[in-house]
């Protein structure tokens, strides 16, 4: 016997649902730029049967199904794309292109599933509407933009959201994992994204004719140096059992053959479930590359200087009692077989920031397997319909589980 949930989860992924999705994915846009994105998804809700407000934190929106009174339960998707040229053969495939932040034409492309949690939300949306008088309250369904660039989340709060819509009594955000059977819902336990900064380290030194190295501070040779000398941070510094990732990603330096740089800058990306394990790495690097150039005889004024850029995230934790319940919920629908367990990951996400409230907003960050492939690869391509069907489902039972009017 099929439950309400899934009678109108059937009814909710439609052609139509299909066809929200492979428009989404055939027009992608990058962070900040997710003008057209937010449009379809706010005339999505509005059908769906949602008060929708839009341009929250850029091109946020919050929707709002309400029944009374009850708890308020957010529901986040996210809506930006990647700088990634598709390397699909599907018929919606993207052959967008967008610019990057110096104005130069990029392809873009929804390498990230993140039209997926768009469909997904506008089916919740649907199934939500239909099954009114089996829940009270409020729920927000939350298109976020500039997820990427780990800081939507945080604009939508700072522009007011809760002054908006309310402070959720629980928040949840879905998202795929390729590597992982289609469809199949996986719960987190305890953190559930690692924090993660990119920093800039501009290695100075002082520039001259490559033929005479002794009258400069080779800051080519000092870079090297400090790169290998990095690697050691994480393996002879941090906790064996606690989690980091030190990266030097990127090395510029030098224009020509003959003529040793004045600076050589160095693009670095940490990873870190703890705060504590933070301010080592940050200790580390800012020690080991000042040390370094002090051993090759760089002036005081020429020593190495570290930038933290904005684009950071905190690590995130899943609240242990929402996540049981939820779990519980999605069971019930989806059967034992169809629901599993993950680590952490140790990409990192700006989910966290929707926490950030008094007292602090419960957080049950799930994902759902989306089969073979990889994010952000240019040949990502899930099967749309099961990973659609079971993300609706699962959150449809929770919403109706948080929002039951007899509990
Ligand atoms: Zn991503
Ligand atoms: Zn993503």
């Given at each position: 016997m099929t439950s309400p949930i899934e009678a109108a989860v059937a009814e909710a992924i439609g052609p139509s649902l299909l066809a929200f999705y492979e428009d989404l994915h055939a027009h992608p846009e990058r962070s900040g730029r997710e003008e057209r994105t937010a449009a379809r998804l706010a005339a999505a809700l509005r059908e769906a049967g949602c008060r929708v407000e839009t341009g929250i934190g850029g091109h946020g929106l919050a929707a709002v199904l309400e029944d009374g009174e009850g708890p308020v339960i957010l529901v986040r998707a996210d809506m930006d794309a990647l700088p990634v040229r598709e390397e699909t053969d599907?018929?919606?495939a993207s052959r967008q292109a967008g610019v990057d932040s110096q104005g130069r034409e990029v392809p873009v492309m929804h390498a990230c599933g993140h039209d997926l949690h768009m469909a997904t939300l506008f089916g919740l949306a649907r199934v939500v509407q239909a099954l009114r008088g089996r829940w009270r309250g409020r729920l927000v369904l939350v298109g976020q933009p500039s997820e990427e660039w780990v800081s939507g989340a945080e604009a939508m709060m700072t522009d007011g959201l809760y002054a908006r819509v309310g402070r959720p009594d629980a928040a949840l955000a879905l998202h795929v994992a390729p590597?992982?059977?289609?469809?199949r819902v996986l719960f987190t336990e305890g953190t559930a994204s690692a924090g993660g900064e990119s920093l800039d380290l501009v290695i100075r030194g002082v520039g001259g004719h490559a033929a005479h190295p002794d009258e400069t501070r080779d800051p080519v040779l000092l870079a090297a140096q400090v790169i290998v000398a990095l690697q050691a941070v994480v393996s002879r510094e941090v906790d064996p059992q606690a989690f980091a990732v030190l990266t030097v990603a990127s090395v510029h330096g030098g224009a020509k053959h003959n003529a040793i740089p004045d600076e050589v800058r160095l693009g670095l990306n940490i990873r870190f479930f703890h705060d504590a394990v933070r301010e080592r790495l940050l200790a580390g690097i800012e020690r080991v590359s000042t040390g370094l150039a002090r051993a090759a005889g760089m002036p005081e004024d020429r020593l190495p200087v570290l930038t933290l850029l904005p684009e950071s995230a905190r690590p995130f934790s899943n609240d242990p009692d929402l996540v049981q319940r939820v779990r519980t919920a999605v069971e019930a629908v989806?059967?034992?077989?169809r629901v599993g367990m993950l680590g952490p990951s140790s990409g990192s996400e700006?989910?966290?920031?929707?926490?950030?409230?008094d007292p602090p907003v419960p957080l049950c960050y799930l994902r759902i397997g989306a089969g073979p492939g990889r994010l952000h690869s240019p040949c990502f391509a899930p099967e749309p319909r099961t990973v659609l069907e079971a993300g609706v489902t699962a959150l449809a039972a929770a919403v109706l589980d948080l929002m039951s009017p007899t509990r």
């Open positions: 599907l018929p919606y590597g992982h059977p289609p469809g989806l059967g034992p077989d700006d989910f966290g920031a929707f926490a950030l409230a």
